[in-house]
Nanobody, 122 residues
Framework: QVQLVESGGGLVQAGGSLRLSCVASGRTFSNYAMGWFRQAPGKEREFVAAISWSSTYYADSVKGRFTISRDNAKNTVYLQMNSLKPEDTAVYYC?????????????????WGKGTLVTVSS
């Protein structure tokens, strides 16, 4: 059984930074693509960033501000978020793909954490 547990969310002022973490358990972490998605109030869940064995991918809205990385020894994927904006406010979810390349749509990922709330004040 795959379990994903996010942490690191909180309240930050615009222009600030946060680092989210997602610890995975249940199978060999290094074999699988990971992603971060977010869902703002009243909006659909959207792609933020993803990482495979050798590549990273970003939504245009976060490119240059957010960085996804992974530490396979710790079964952890990170999302470093800099220059945060009020429109980044959302619940951030970690997700894992069962096999193959990461998906950029929520319905393409297979396992999900429960999310961590990020609030950016203006």
């Amino acid at each position: 059984q795959v379990q994903l547990v996010e942490s690191g969310g909180g309240l930050v002022q615009a222009g600030g930074s946060l680092r989210l973490s997602c610890v995975a358990s249940g199978r060999t972490f290094s074999n699988y693509a990971m992603g971060w998605f977010r869902q703002a109030p009243g909006k659909e869940r959207e792609f933020v960033a993803a990482i495979s064995w050798s590549s990273t991918y970003y939504a245009d809205s976060v490119k240059g501000r957010f960085t996804i990385s992974r530490d396979n020894a710790k079964n952890t994927v990170y999302l470093q978020m800099n220059s945060l904006k009020p429109e980044d406010t959302a619940v951030y979810y970690c997700a894992q793909k069962r096999s193959g390349a990461p998906a950029f749509r929520p319905d393409g990922m297979d396992y999900w954490g429960k999310g961590t709330l990020v609030t950016v004040s203006s």
